[in-house]
């Protein structure tokens, strides 16, 4: 364990910047969440009507988890039902970061030439990640405890976050050393969250079946009841949890080497197909992973809105306040169109993250060393480079194309269109990150904190009513809000340009620079 602490400061020092975005951002939801609350629901009557119509719905249910009372507390550990799931993917992905992927890149063979013991790396990993959590933690407990809720529920809020955090970093280790490409550890880490997810859904929504719950780090969460009689001892089950996986992940590696895996790699075939000789072939196989389980998952969670929309006019027929705040999130007067709109934006939202991450798939490639080979080839910079923006810019119009699909299909409303009205400002989106790749690679993740502060003033924002001027710097606060609102073209044509101008100046400067930049 020797280094330790150094390696620590060095993880802490090169998150100084997405770190504290996603902290501070997961910190203001839930605060931006209760003062809707209290805002559409002012007195206990209305809180009882909203947990009356909400408390046995499957469908809410499986989103959120379960409701346990009518408090303004109980609706604020409910609405934040999902967000233990963020915190959980966040703090597995910082895991890999700083582990399987500093292997891949040979970092890690570098620091460990110096006087490093051979775990120390990994310990830093996990102790930033839950770190990061418990400050999290702390930070909801704080906010939310000032908002004139009970203390103690605030802070069992706080913890409900981190504890998925912590189990989930335990989880990101032992992925870390499966497989031996980090896109197959965050693969894997992946793939035990979403199991997870469904564990506790079916536990909730079924009284006989509750026990499947408990097989969940998620239905854990739920299970310290926020505001509803605090189970402090469920903390035990996540602490131990993470220690089992940090134990299991630190024996694992002391069984392989370096750089190795202890999956065996599928062996590649000695020449490549006639379909991956081109630039855009290439980045089809690395990009159509990612393409796939973006589509699945916000194809799936749109089946889901859309079956809620059935319920919101019923549920808001006697409370204006709550039709209010649903409207100046988007949509016209009717209130299950503006919740729809409000739905789309969020899965527009949602589609800018694949755009982003498809963006930065030429700086990772980049980083890896891996650009290098095909640049030396006939293959220009620019068609390079081309060839992933063409994912960047065909990927999230075909992800809400299916969105949008499911959500109709569910919600009896066609809502195709104005799912793709969220384009322009995705777009805008991915030529930022192209033009932080071409200008400053080093910091081209700062993409993800532009899209973080997005999300924050689209949810936050709107909810808190902040000035105009503060919400117009969000590209998705200037789109139609469809259905139900009026459509102008001249908003998309800025936005559009505004993307374009980003995109070709971020490939001009990729054509310039010397590559690759550490």
């Known amino acids: 364990m020797t280094g330790t602490?150094?390696?620590?400061?060095?993880v802490l020092r090169r998150d100084r910047l997405l770190m504290p975005v996603w902290i501070v951002g997961l910190t203001l939801a839930p605060i931006g969440y209760l003062s809707s609350i209290k805002a559409a629901y002012p007195d206990a009557a209305s809180r009882q009507h909203f947990y009356d119509l909400n408390a046995s719905s499957a469908t809410f249910v499986v989103r959120n988890g379960p409701l346990y009372g009518s408090s303004a507390g109980n609706l604020l550990a409910w609405?934040?039902?999902?967000?233990?799931?963020?915190?959980?993917?966040?703090?597995?992905?910082?895991?890999?970061?700083?582990?399987?992927?500093?292997?891949?890149?040979?970092?890690?063979?570098?620091?460990?030439?110096?006087?490093?013991?051979r775990h120390a790396g990994l310990a830093a990993a996990v102790l930033a990640a839950?770190?990061?959590?418990?400050?999290?933690?702390?930070?909801?407990?704080?906010?939310?405890?000032?908002?004139?809720v009970?203390?103690?529920?605030?802070?069992?809020?706080?913890?409900?976050?981190?504890?998925?955090?912590?189990?989930?970093a335990g989880v990101g280790a032992v992925a870390a050393q499966l497989t031996w490409g980090a896109g197959g550890a965050r693969g894997i880490g992946i793939g035990v969250l979403v199991p997870a997810f469904l564990l506790r859904a079916a536990g909730d929504s079924s009284a006989s079946e509750g026990w499947l719950a408990w097989?969940?780090?998620?239905?854990?969460?739920?299970?310290?009841?926020?505001?509803?009689?605090?189970?402090?001892?469920?903390?035990?089950?996540?602490?131990?949890?993470?220690?089992?996986?940090?134990?299991?992940?630190?024996?694992?590696?002391?069984?392989r080497d370096l750089g190795a895996?202890?999956?065996?790699?599928?062996?590649?075939?000695?020449?490549?197909?006639?379909?991956?000789?081109?630039?855009?072939?290439?980045?089809?196989?690395?990009?159509?992973?990612?393409?796939?389980?973006?589509?699945?998952?916000?194809?799936?969670?749109?089946?889901?809105?859309?079956?809620?929309a059935k319920n919101v006019a019923e549920m808001m027929r006697d409370n204006k306040a709550v039709a209010e705040v649903f409207s100046r999130m988007g949509g016209g007067g009717v209130v299950t169109d503006a919740y729809l709109a409000g739905t789309m934006t969020l899965f527009g939202l949602a589609a800018a993250g694949y755009a982003v991450q498809a963006t930065l798939k030429l700086r990772a490639e980049e980083a890896a060393g891996r650009a290098e080979p095909v640049l030396a080839t006939a293959v220009g910079r620019l068609g390079w480079a081309l060839a992933h923006l063409t994912f960047a810019v065909a990927g999230p119009a075909f992800v809400l194309v299916v969105t949008g699909w499911a959500t109709g299909v569910t919600s009896g409303v066609p809502l195709v269109p104005a799912a793709l009205a969220q384009l322009p400002a995705v777009w805008v989106l991915a030529g930022l990150a192209a033009a932080l790749v071409g200008f400053v690679p080093r910091f081209a993740a700062a993409a993800w904190g532009l899209l973080a502060a997005f999300l924050l003033l689209s949810l936050v924002g709107s909810a808190l009513r902040w000035n105009d001027v503060v919400l117009g710097i969000s590209p998705f606060s200037h789109l139609a809000r469809l259905p139900g609102g009026t459509?102008?073209?001249?908003?998309?044509?800025?936005?559009?340009?505004?993307?374009?101008?980003?995109?070709?100046?971020?490939?001009?400067?990729?054509?310039?620079?010397?590559?690759?930049?550490?």
């Open 5 to 10: 602490w150094a390696l620590l400061r060095l």
């Open 130 to 148: 839950c770190g990061a959590c418990s400050v999290c933690g702390l930070l909801v407990g704080f906010g939310v405890a000032a908002q004139g």
């Open 215 to 255: 097989l969940s780090p998620i239905g854990w969460a739920h299970r310290l009841r926020p505001f509803a009689g605090e189970q402090w001892w469920v903390l035990a089950l996540a602490v131990v949890a993470t220690g089992l996986l940090v134990v299991v992940a630190v024996a694992l590696a002391a069984r």
């Open 79 to 117: 609405q934040c039902g999902f967000v233990p799931v963020v915190v959980g993917l966040i703090a597995l992905l910082t895991v890999v970061r700083h582990t399987r992927t500093e292997e891949e890149a040979g970092r890690r063979e570098l620091t460990g030439a110096t006087v490093v013991g």
């Open 487 to 518: 459509f102008s073209l001249a908003p998309v044509l800025w936005l559009l340009a505004i993307a374009l101008v980003a995109a070709i100046g971020g490939l001009a400067a990729l054509r310039r620079r010397d590559m690759p930049v550490g």
């Open 150 to 168: 009970p203390a103690v529920g605030a802070f069992a809020l706080g913890l409900e976050f981190s504890l998925v955090g912590w189990v989930f």
């Open 261 to 308: 895996a202890l999956l065996p790699a599928r062996p590649g075939r000695s020449g490549a197909k006639a379909s991956l000789r081109s630039p855009l072939a290439l980045a089809w196989r690395l990009q159509r992973g990612t393409l796939l389980v973006w589509t699945v998952c916000l194809g799936l969670v749109g089946l889901l809105m859309g079956g809620v």
